[in-house]
Each structure stands twice: as structure tokens, then as C-alpha cells.
């Protein structure tokens, strides 16, 4: 049940940018417990600060782009693999747009309160990001 409803927060928020559908999806809190280069981690953040974080990011990467690659769910949570798909077209942390293309491999473990989704705890190869755009060697 869970992760059917991730899957499709996933593909209507994240994949098709439908900001509308957050609070169908997202609980009134969300906690933002790990998340790399996120400016909202450690935060917890309501409805409007999580649309702005959708902003923040797809405007870097206007076309971000989840493939769900596995899922895992439990009472409380929902684990899933990921390759997430890009151009960077956008500001990233200040720096110019590169135009380059991105694809990396990440996980990350959903946090549910009742079938709301409440937070999440997520891990990705950001070198390889970093390496992708030419940020690093």
C-alpha cells in the first residue's frame, strides 16, 4: 500500500512536476533527516517550503527525471533505488548552468505517518554528479 503511494508521489510530483498533489502525498510535516547538499536537511518544513524545495531544485535541473529501480516497504517506511536523469540548465549553489547531462544512483528510505509521507532519509553519488558537470576531476 505504501509504496504505491510513493510510487505515484513520485511520478506526479517529481517526474511530472504536478505541485498541486503535495498535500495529497506529503503530511503537514516533513523532515528532511539526511539528504546531501540539501539546504533543508535537518529541517522540518510545511507544504509551502516544500513546494519552494521542489523549485530550488528543477531549477537546476528543469527535466529531473526518478527511474525507480526497487522498492521495499515496511510499516513505517518505504525504501527505493533510484537513477536520477538530468540536464543542468539552471543555477547550481551559485554556479553557471553547464548544460551537461547528469545520471546517478541513489536511495532513499521514505518516512510514513499513517499513508502521509512525513520525511526521508536519502543517500546519492554526488562525486559522480559533481564529476558529471565538470565541477571535479
Do not use: C
Not at 518505504?78 to 549553489?93: F, P, R, S
Amino acid at each position: 500500500m505504501k509504496k504505491s503511494i510513493l510510487l505515484n508521489y513520485i511520478d506526479d510530483v517529481w517526474n511530472n512536476k504536478i505541485f498541486e498533489k503535495v498535500e495529497q502525498y506529503i503530511d503537514k510535516q516533513y523532515t528532511v533527516y539526511l539528504d546531501t547538499d540539501d539546504p533543508w536537511e535537518g529541517k522540518t518544513i510545511s507544504h509551502q517550503v516544500f513546494k519552494e524545495r521542489l523549485r530550488y531544485s528543477f531549477d537546476s535541473f528543469p527535466d529531473m527525471h526518478f527511474e525507480i529501480t526497487s522498492g521495499i516497504e515496511d510499516k513505517n517506511h518505504v525504501a527505493v533505488t533510484w537513477i536520477l536523469t538530468g540536464k543542468n540548465t539552471g543555477l547550481i549553489n551559485g554556479s553557471q548552468p553547464t548544460g551537461k547531462n547528469i545520471k546517478t544512483n541513489g536511495m532513499t528510505i521514505y518516512h510514513f505517518n499513517n499513508n502521509m509521507i512525513n520525511g526521508h532519509t536519502q543517500v546519492f553519488e554526488i562525486v559522480t554528479v559533481a564529476k558529471q558537470l565538470g565541477f571535479i576531476d
